[in-house]
């Protein structure tokens, strides 16, 4: 595979030795911008570079500087031109109870985990730290490409305590954001697309249409070893998600129209949907017995 590029923006004081090393090449080719005084205007003017992702590494709050805002953002991601193969992470906030912890450990684990992932989705291996998973970490990631949605959720389910279990359930969710969301592919469109084998070339079709390929899913994230909680919307027209809260006879042996109902029976101990569909505020609990 070649080199993946990248952005990396951090108010964070990391000698550029650490960050080679984290970022190793020939995996990754890097370009780092190290300011406290990083401004949105200068993140505009890099997202019109080819980059593969982006990473902004802060310890501000979601609402004190306006480019960490996800809505904010993504208004402007509009207006700018980024491949759709860019993914983009933000890192508000990653505090560790861990003496051992390092940033350049945790961002070496981060970026490992990116490139495994793109290397063979399907049989990508979590790799469980104890000091990682004793960490909280708070941010906003986005995307629009079936492909970054699988390491998207491979990714962030890796930060977690119970990652096989939270990867299926964001695997459902950022598809639905994608799918049914972003593109207006409704149930009924997919499931014929699915049985005549199409439903692929018609996600990718969708992504060059002018009416859907500016769309992004953005989720907001908190995974700390005991809950991790995903605030996840889509720019489309929302749907009528109590139809599919539990799969019903006429759909059992349906090859789709079930992922809301796995991820509540599989992933996720909270599921929520808020207005018209398009915005699911999911979350799963590690430590149970805090919360009865």
Excluded at 99 to 127: C, G, H, K, L, N
Excluded at 144 to 159: D, E, G, Y
Excluded at 193 to 211: A, E, I
Aim: glycine letters at 4%.
């Amino acid at each position: 595979m070649n080199c993946l590029k990248a952005l990396l923006v951090t108010v964070h004081s990391m000698e550029r030795k650490i960050i080679d090393d984290a970022f190793e090449a020939p995996r990754w080719c890097i370009k780092v911008i190290q300011s406290d005084q990083f401004s949105f205007v200068d993140l505009v003017h890099y997202m019109d570079a080819d980059y593969d992702w982006i990473f902004i590494d802060t310890h501000f709050e979601e609402d004190s500087v306006q480019y960490l805002n996800p809505d904010y953002l993504m208004l402007h991601l509009q207006k700018n031109t980024i491949h759709k193969g860019c993914g983009i992470i933000v890192f508000n906030s990653v505090v560790s109870e861990s003496v051992d912890f390092s940033r350049q450990m945790f961002f070496s684990t981060f970026a490992q985990s990116i490139y495994s992932a793109y290397s063979d989705p399907e049989s990508f291996a979590f790799s469980q730290s104890d000091i990682l998973c004793s960490t909280e970490y708070r941010g906003v990631v986005y995307f629009q490409t079936p492909l970054l949605a699988k390491i998207m959720s491979l990714v962030l389910a890796n930060l977690s305590k119970d990652p096989d279990r939270l990867e299926l359930g964001l695997w459902e969710m950022f598809m639905n954001g994608i799918e049914h969301g972003n593109l207006g592919i409704d149930h009924d469109l997919k499931k014929n697309q699915v049985h005549s084998d199409n439903m692929d070339d018609l996600v990718q079709h969708r992504l060059k249409v002018r009416d859907y390929k500016d769309r992004f899913v953005n989720a907001s994230y908190i995974i700390n070893p005991k809950r991790a909680t995903f605030d996840i919307k889509d720019e489309g027209d929302g749907f009528d998600w109590l139809k599919f809260w539990e799969i019903d006879n006429s759909r059992m042996l349906d090859r789709c129209g079930r992922g809301i109902a796995l991820s509540r029976l599989m992933a996720f101990d909270h599921i929520t949907y808020l207005g018209k569909g398009n915005n699911v505020i999911c979350s799963s609990d590690f430590e149970k017995e805090d919360f009865e």
